[in-house]
Structure formats: C-alpha cells, structure tokens
C-alpha cells in the first residue's frame, strides 16, 4: 500500500514525540519538530509566463489592408514563441500628438507654436492600454513616430521639444506598470541620391537622446532600414513603385510598404533587438536552420553553381559537399510560403519568369512573390517547392542524374525529380 507524503510526515513526527519521552532533559524545553512541508514537484525549467507586446505608431507599423498598405507591426508577431501577442494600435495618419489625444488637438497653434490641446484628455486607444485590462507587468511597449509630427499645419504638428516630452510621458507611464519600453526611431520612406539610399525623416536624433535620457532602449530603424535598401539596390529607380525591387517592396508610393516589404522592416526590428541584446529577443523564435536539399531522383544536392555569390548565380545539382552554397535556410513569409536563403551567400532563390523552363537564380532578398516558395510535404523530410508566382514547381531539368544540371521550374507533378529529401546542415 502506497504511503502519502502526509501521513509518513504524520508518522515521523509522532516518532519523535515518542523518543523524546523516553528521555529525560533536565531543565531544558523539548525542541518542537519540524514543520511538515508538502512535497514540491519537479516541474524542470521555469515555463515562461504569457506576455503582451503593445504597438503605437503610425501607418508604417499599422496593420493597414490586405495588400497596400501594410505595416511593418502587421508582421511582427509571427516572429515571436507562442507565449507572446503582439496588440497593434498604431493608426495611420497620426503624430505622436494626435495618437495620444485624438480629437482634442485643435487646429490652432499656441504662443510657443504648438498645437493647442484641450482637454488633456487621452484618447481611448492610450487610456484603455494604462487601464486595468491594458498594459500589465511584464508587457513591452514599442513607440514609433516622427512622420507625421513633421508637419507644419495642427493638428498633426509637434515641436521636437514637445515630441521629446510625449514620448517621455508614454515611457514613463509605461514604466509605471511594471511594462519595459523601447523607442524606435521612424523607418525611411524610400529616397535616392544617385545610387545610394539616404535619410528621409526627422526626429531620429530627438528619439536616440529621448532614450537616452529615460534609459529606455532605442533602435535606430531609419538607419537600419536604410542600410536594408541599400542592400536591395533599391536605388537608382525610376519613380515606378509598379514594378522592379522597389515596387515589390513598396506601395505605389515612396513610404507605405507591400507586405513583403513590410515583412522585411519587421525582420530588421527583430534583428536589432537580438543583435542591441534587448530583453524581448529572447522570445523570438529561432533562426532558421540552415538545410541541404537533395534530389530524390539523383541523390544529388541543389548547389549554387561554383559557389557565386553574385546575383544572378543559378541554382544546379552538384554531388552533396555540405558546403554552405549547398546549403539553405527557410525564412518564413506568412500565408504558408517561405523564402529560401543560401547560407554562404545571403541571398534567396527567385524564378526568372513564369514559363516552364524558367531559370532559378540567386538574388537580394525583396520578399516578392517570386522569391516566395510553398513547400509541399510528402513525408519522411522529401519536400516539393512551389514558386508562390508562378505556380511552377523547383524541378531538376529533364530529370538529368548528371552534376552541373540545372535547376529550374515546372509544371508541379510531384515527381521524383521535384522532390528533395531536406536534411539538417
């Protein structure tokens, strides 16, 4: 018969009731027994407690529609573990000002040249999140503005003293609550100086010292954001956002994003945290783990061909060497596709046209749908890539056994030269 933890506790204790009359301690108070304490069980490692992570901006980071635009916060919380929500309240059109109290900012300057604010009333959207059911100890908070407060008409206007001293009170009343805030500098609209991508927006310098001064963390993404269109020579363009890099990236504008674009300035926000060692990246999921994709047919590994890494460099079938241009990484691009990176190069596998037959080359990662793969499971790790526009399958070209074959696209028949047993790197 088992024993349960309380009556052998029960037991022991009457034990030594039982030995301690037998002995005699002159003079001397018997010593109580130990308390008895439930057994704990082993739960291993602490499990991480559900958390939110709260958005305010504006319509870079807005979740927007379902094409253009769309903002960069609309894509942030697939990058996160399942113990996070990402809670998106930016509002497009809004300054920091008009975010924070709405229909009160009149239309009017003051003496000091600021937009007259009356009551100093909180819009619902601020006052729901410091309420009860809002921000709670443990959330995150991330703040993005200074598109809109550069305005010189109210009641979008703010001054950069009168920014700096909002995005206080917003980290300060954040702090409040137990919630770690984290400033963000606005994201660049897309501007060209010859060939190279420059600044485009102020308050930058007002947000870093703001951060500065409250010690809250800042990530600069109007210089990473940048840097990240630079590296997809989003310059020069001609001004057509309908076409090319730039318009897979971008609206038909210069500042709102296609959600492939959107998907890359979230991805930049999570690589910032992760590479400034703010707290919140240990919540974000994973980097991908780098494969090798080996033909069923062939037993023969996609390879980038002489182990380029220019742009333009095709993809082939070369005996498996495990060497990092035969190796890829899955990036996830929402609605169940994912872009496919080659390691020893960092750009991603795209279709050159729509045809059967067409080439499958390397190129700067734009997120646009023909950089984007649907993989199809058969089971025991064997895949088929499906190009997202296209249609078209990644097919090794006329079931060729031969190294140097090239991989293009075809008509998808799952057959065993469009399929590719994918094995750790």
């Given at each position: 018969?088992?024993?349960?933890a309380?009556?052998r506790?029960?037991?022991v204790?009457?034990?030594?009731?039982?030995?301690?009359?037998?002995?005699v301690?002159p003079?001397q108070?018997?010593?109580?027994p130990a308390p008895?304490?439930?057994?704990?069980?082993?739960s291993?490692?602490?499990?991480?407690?559900?958390?939110?992570?709260?958005?305010?901006?504006?319509s870079?980071?807005?979740n927007g529609?379902s094409?253009?635009?769309v903002g960069?916060?609309r894509?942030f919380?697939?990058?996160?573990?399942d113990?996070?929500?990402v809670?998106?309240n930016?509002?497009?059109?809004?300054?920091?000002?008009?975010?924070?109290y709405e229909?009160n900012?009149?239309s009017?300057?003051d003496?000091?040249?600021?937009?007259?604010?009356s009551?100093?009333?909180?819009?619902?959207?601020?006052?729901g999140?410091?309420?009860?059911?809002?921000?709670?100890?443990?959330?995150w908070?991330?703040?993005q503005?200074?598109?809109?407060?550069?305005?010189?008409n109210c009641?979008?206007h703010?001054?950069?003293?009168?920014?700096?001293?909002?995005?206080?009170?917003?980290?300060?009343?954040?702090?409040?609550r137990?919630?770690?805030?984290?400033?963000?500098?606005p994201v660049?609209?897309?501007?060209c100086?010859?060939?190279?991508?420059?600044?485009?927006?102020g308050?930058v310098n007002?947000t870093?010292?703001?951060g500065q001064?409250?010690?809250?963390?800042?990530?600069?993404?109007?210089?990473?954001?940048?840097?990240?269109y630079?590296?997809?020579?989003?310059?020069?363009?001609?001004?057509?956002y309908?076409e090319?890099?730039?318009g897979?990236?971008?609206?038909?504008?210069?500042?709102?994003f296609e959600?492939?674009?959107?998907a890359?300035?979230?991805?930049?926000v999570?690589?910032a945290?992760?590479e400034q060692?703010?707290?919140?990246?240990?919540?974000?999921r994973s980097?991908?783990?780098?494969?090798?994709?080996?033909?069923?047919h062939?037993g023969k590994?996609?390879?980038i061909?002489?182990?380029?890494?220019?742009?333009g460099?095709?993809?082939?079938?070369?005996?498996?060497n495990?060497?990092?241009n035969q190796?890829?990484e899955f990036?996830?691009?929402?609605?169940?596709?994912?872009?496919?990176?080659?390691?020893?190069?960092g750009?991603?596998l795209?279709?050159?046209g729509?045809?059967?037959?067409a080439?499958i080359?390397q190129?700067?990662?734009?997120?646009a749908t023909?950089?984007?793969?649907?993989?199809v499971?058969?089971?025991?790790?064997?895949?088929?890539?499906?190009?997202?526009?296209?249609?078209?399958a990644m097919d090794v070209?006329e079931?060729s056994?031969?190294?140097?074959?090239r991989?293009?696209?075809?008509t998808?028949?799952?057959?065993p030269?469009q399929r590719?047993?994918?094995l750790p790197?």
């Open positions: 018969m088992r024993t349960s309380r009556n506790c029960l037991a204790v009457a034990a030594v009731f039982a030995a301690m009359a037998a002995v301690v003079a108070a018997a010593p109580a008895c304490v439930a057994p704990q069980a082993d291993g490692a602490a499990a991480v407690a559900p958390f939110k992570v709260w958005l305010a901006g504006d870079t980071m807005a529609g094409t253009c635009p960069w916060g894509e919380d697939r990058l996160f573990n113990d996070v929500t809670v998106n930016a509002v497009g059109g809004r300054s920091i000002q008009t975010w924070l229909s900012v009149k009017t300057k003496a000091a040249g600021e937009c007259v604010v009551p100093r009333t909180y819009a619902s959207r601020w006052a999140m410091l309420a009860t059911g809002g921000m709670q100890a443990g959330d908070l991330i703040i503005f200074g598109i809109n407060d550069g305005d010189p009641p979008r703010v001054g950069t003293a009168r920014y700096r001293e909002l995005l206080a009170t917003m980290g300060r009343e954040a702090k409040a137990g919630v770690k805030p984290i400033y963000v500098t660049s609209a897309i501007r100086s010859g060939s190279t991508a420059v600044a485009s927006r308050f007002e870093i010292a703001q001064a409250d010690q809250v963390p800042v990530v600069d993404l109007h210089k990473r954001s940048i840097a990240l630079n590296t997809l020579r989003l310059c020069p363009n001609n001004g057509n309908n090319g890099a730039v897979a990236f971008f609206c038909n504008d210069h500042t709102h959600a492939a674009g959107a890359r300035i979230a991805e930049v999570a690589g945290l992760r060692g703010i707290g919140l990246a240990s919540s974000l980097t991908s783990t780098a494969y090798s994709l080996v033909a069923q062939s590994a996609a390879d061909t002489v182990a380029s890494t220019a742009s460099a095709g993809l082939v079938q070369w005996t498996a495990g060497r990092p190796q890829f990036i996830d691009s929402g609605d169940g596709h994912v872009r496919v990176k080659a390691r020893h190069s750009l991603v795209q279709v050159s729509n045809a059967n037959g080439d080359t190129q700067p990662d734009t997120g023909s950089q984007q793969w649907r993989v499971d058969h089971g025991g790790d064997v895949i088929s890539l499906v190009n997202r526009q296209s249609g078209l070209w079931k056994t031969a190294d140097g074959a991989i293009s696209q075809y998808y028949n799952g057959s030269n590719f047993t994918r790197g």
